[in-house]
């Protein structure tokens, strides 16, 4: 065929054609070719060429040459090829080697196909397909929670609401598109949302299960208590695919409790008055009779001396019965001590860290509706103390519920209280730190006295008997101002029962 004809038939195939030297040098390049990139066969020829190449594709291009020439076999690359208006297009570079009569091989021929279409299809199907499979995924997964009779969510591992069950929208009577904002639109109560969000956002980033009280809005506008469980979901390498979460109603409950604790206040209101009242009656009765006998006495003595005729007599004898009387009174007074400050102690060996987290988990829900976030530093290999458990506990719980009515009007700050335990020397020290109101300069030496209260409804109680509690065991009591910020200390110190660990450590 003569070289006219060649070149017609190559100008002709419906691609790129080229003829290239080993060396990557254009001996020919078909008319099409330099149509589609704009270049001049001049441009374009030796290695001009590679101008038109995607410069980010060039160095893959040389490394798939390099391997076609070791290889000596016909291949292909994808690469970007610029076309004449500057746009690069996704094309399929093929080449295959043209040996000669010897089985040398001179040149390479080749032709690149344009693929930019195709691929784009390509990719836009696969899309669709992805996108389809999530929807079908999501779907799947709403209608399985639909039909669970609770409030089911499944948030993505970053905590976003991803699906909620039917009972929450119905319930809220909002979207799933407007509860992916439930952080600020007032799905949850404004009260209960700061302490709700620092649990949620904590639980989120350490990967924990949560568990919280707070009240949801109901579509009416009504605000009702719930219990909010999450947990999350692990693939097999541990990480965290969702999070199921379960929202419990328990306004009922809350009612309840409110109702009982209100009448547990007045039943212990009731109980306190009504000892009270016994008790005065008793000692009131216990002590007339003496005093009236004094009294009595007392006078017909003074009668006897006033009298003309002097009965001495008659004086000393009623003087001893006004003494005989003054101590029938003195007995009582002290039967009645007797009875309130002998009371046996039980005695057990006593882990404080133990007797303070039972403390802790039955007061936590009292003090999650204060608004109250924990902190525990409790020292590991603490000794065990001698004493009696319940009563060191009804003075750990003293100074916890102090310390959240301390903090109960404080907004400006988080209402942190910290429950701490070491080992000082061969004493144990049991410490509660609150950021409260502090003690007030004129409060300070009246703290521990019995019937001291600066609260409306305080009995001043708690802490007189938590100090003879920790004098019944030998220990000390103490309260003191913080010095770093507002809020005060309560302490207590007794002796451990063993030979203190040589080393401790924090229990957390
Ligand atoms: P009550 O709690 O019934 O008042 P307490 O004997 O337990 O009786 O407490 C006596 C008083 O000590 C309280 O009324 C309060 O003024 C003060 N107090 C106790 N704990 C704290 C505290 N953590 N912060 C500030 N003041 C406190």
């Known amino acids: 065929m003569e070289i006219g004809l060649i070149t017609s038939l190559a100008d002709a195939l419906p691609g790129l054609v080229w003829v290239a030297l080993p060396d990557g040098r254009a001996e020919f390049l078909n008319r099409r070719w330099c149509d589609y990139t704009g270049l001049s066969p001049q441009e374009a020829s030796g290695m001009g060429w590679q101008s038109a190449v995607h410069p980010d594709d060039r160095l893959s ?48 021929c080749g032709i690149n196909t344009e693929i930019e279409e195709k691929l784009a299809a390509q990719e836009e199907l696969y899309a669709r397909i992805r996108s389809d499979e999530t929807l079908r995924e999501s779907d799947i997964r709403t209608r399985a929670i639909d039909g669970i009779p609770g409030f089911i969510g499944i948030l993505a591992p970053d905590g976003s609401v991803e699906a909620v069950n039917r009972r929450i929208k119905e319930y809220t ?16 109560h404004e009260v209960d949302l ?25 579509h009416d506008g009504e605000y009702r208590w719930f219990d909010d469980r999450g947990v999350p979901m692990r693939d097999d390498n541990g990480n965290i695919v969702c999070w199921y979460v379960l929202l419990t109603e328990i306004e009922i409950r809350k009612r309840n409790e409110a109702e009982l604790s209100r009448a547990r206040a007045e039943l212990a209101h009731v109980a306190r008055v009504s000892t009270i009242n016994m008790l005065t009656a008793a000692i009131a009765h216990e002590v007339n009779q003496p005093l009236t006998g004094i009294v009595t006495n007392a006078n017909t003595c003074l009668r006897m001396l006033a009298s003309d005729r002097l009965d001495l007599d008659g004086a000393r004898a009623t003087a001893q019965r006004t003494l005989r009387d003054a101590d029938r009174a003195s007995a009582v007074v002290q039967r009645l001590r007797a009875m309130f400050t002998h009371k046996e102690l039980t ?19 009292e003090l999650q509706r204060g608004r109250v976030v924990l902190q525990t530093d409790f020292a590991s290999g603490l000794p065990p103390v001698v004493g009696d458990r319940v ?35 061969p004493e144990v020290l049991l410490s ?5 109101i502090g003690i007030a300069p004129e409060s300070a030496g009246k703290l521990f006295e019995a019937f001291y209260s600066t609260k409306g409804h305080g009995m ?21 101002a913080n010095d770093d910020c507002p809020g005060s200390t309560f302490s207590f110190a007794i002796p451990c029962c063993s030979p203190p660990a040589a080393s401790q450590a924090s229990e957390g």
Do not use: C
């Open 391 to 425: 009563q060191l506990q009804q003075v750990i719980m003293n100074f916890v519920v102090n310390a959240a009515d301390a903090m109960r009007d404080v907004d400006d700050r988080p209402r942190s209280l910290s429950i701490a335990t070491t080992l000082d020397g």
């Open 173 to 188: 009577g909002q979207s799933l598109e407007e509860l992916k904002n439930w952080g600020t639109n007032g799905t949850i």
């Open 460 to 480: 001043g109680v708690g802490l007189s008997v938590s100090r003879s509690i920790i004098q019944s065991h030998g220990g000390r009591i103490w309260a003191v």
């Open 347 to 365: 005695t057990e060996t006593v882990a404080l860290n133990e007797a303070a987290r039972e403390v802790l988990a039955l007061s936590a829900s």
């Open 61 to 108: 291009w040389l490394e798939y040459w390099d391997g076609l020439l070791a290889s000596r076999n016909p291949g292909e690359v994808e690469a970007r090829l610029r076309r004449h208006d500057g746009q690069y297009r996704r094309f399929l570079f093929s080449a295959a080697p043209i040996a000669n009569a010897s089985g040398e091989i001179a040149r390479w």
């Open 194 to 218: 700061p302490h709700t969000a620092e649990v949620f956002g904590q639980s989120i980033a350490l990967g924990i299960p949560h568990a919280m009280e707070f009240r949801l809005r109901r």
């Open 432 to 436: 509660v730190r609150d950021a409260g």
